[in-house]
């Protein structure tokens, strides 16, 4: 992948920022890019909320991953209820960017890839895992956090290009 913009970059390194900050995984990917669909970091960071730890911490599809998916629709979701082209459109952009995911990290679903790291998987409570250095040091989050802001990233300036 070629490099981005200087802007596309802060962006990157800001959903980055997010996680750190104790937000989960499709919380940070969308706020990082929230304000170039006219949203606020607050309706943002609500709307990516019960994404956290693969869908309500049931370690289904990342959160990351579920990061894109909102904005791939808030960059070209159709809001006709009959537009099957754009529909067809929206779903091949959002395969398209899920299959660059999958191919740099090998899965989509969050129990895959805390399982790749030899992290715990549980969804036997609702709690969500104490934020600590442990926690920051053997988690792959904030990896697949950067790869699928990157990922967007990329898709904004070569959709921009044309």
């Known amino acids: ?38 949203m606020d970091e607050n309706t943002a960071l609500r709307i990516g909320a ?16 579920s990061g894109v998916v909102t904005l791939v629709g808030l960059d070209c979701g159709s809001t006709d209820g009959d537009d099957r082209e754009g529909k067809a459109y929206c779903y091949k952009v959002v395969q398209d960017l899920l299959e660059q995911f999958k191919q740099k990290n090998g899965s989509v679903v969050c129990a895959d890839l805390l399982e790749q790291s030899n ?5 036997d409570t609702h709690i969500p895992d104490a934020r600590d250095a442990h926690y ?26 044309g």
Do not use: W
């Not at 992290?119 to 969804?123: I, R």
């Not at 988690?139 to 790869?147: I, L, S, T």
């Open 119 to 123: 992290c715990k998987v549980s969804t």
């Open 136 to 161: 920051y040091s053997t988690r792959p989050c904030a990896r697949k956090v950067e790869d699928a802001s990157r990922i967007f990233a990329h898709y904004l300036m070569e959709k921009n290009k």
């Open 1 to 38: 992948m070629e490099e981005l913009t200087i802007e596309l970059e802060a962006r990157v390194r800001k959903s980055v920022d997010y996680f750190m900050e104790g937000y989960g995984c499709c919380q940070s990917v969308v706020a990082a890019f929230a304000d170039l669909y006219g």
């Open 50 to 65: 019960g994404f956290g730890g693969g869908v309500g911490r049931l370690r289904m599809i990342c959160g990351a991953v």
